[in-house]
């Protein structure tokens, strides 16, 4: 035999009034969670079947209740966003300013720098995928190719191309011979 349920004549008596002003089909489930086992004894697998909800969800909506999470309420925090943010986005904008005003007026953005700077900014050191990150939440994008490699030698190129083999061209005289029409 399961536990009987908890709760005391206060929460009671709240999930009674949060079932006459729901406003939507959420909020009434999660008060039904709520009276039906403590006015009713139901247990929680008959109280999810009447609601329609899964014991576990059932079980999640009466704990909540419980703390005072409203369900579908306008303030009630929502699942994902930057919970593990460094900066916020305006002290990221204020970071980036110096960086990407240099680059509009002609200078290179280089990440490394950013990097560099977002370590020290940060007191620690950070990955390169992270300064990546923070340039492409703010809209940044390499708008040109590299004119050459970063690590060729013009010099080396230079030379090769002096002492390289050249290729024989065939002409049309020496190579495949026209046929005749007759």
Known sequence: MSRPASGDEEILSRAREAITTAQTAEQLRQAQAVVLPLDYAMS???TAQVIGVSPGWACQLR????LGQVAGA??????????RQNMTIDEER???EPFLASAAAGGIL??????????????????L????????RHDWRKLAPDKRHPQSDPLTQEEWEKNSPKRSTISATNGLKAKKSS
Do not use: Q, T
Request: net charge positive; no cysteine; aromatic share 6%.
């Open 74 to 83: 306008v303030d009630a925090p929502k699942a994902g966003g930057r919970n």
């Open 63 to 66: 704990r909540r209740f419980m």
């Open 110 to 127: 280089v990440v490394g720098e950013i990097k560099a700077a977002l370590d020290k900014r940060l007191g620690r050191k950070v990955a």
């Open 94 to 96: 204020e970071f980036l």
């Open 44 to 46: 929680l697998a008959d």
């Open 129 to 136: 995928a992270s300064a990546y990150n923070l340039l492409h």
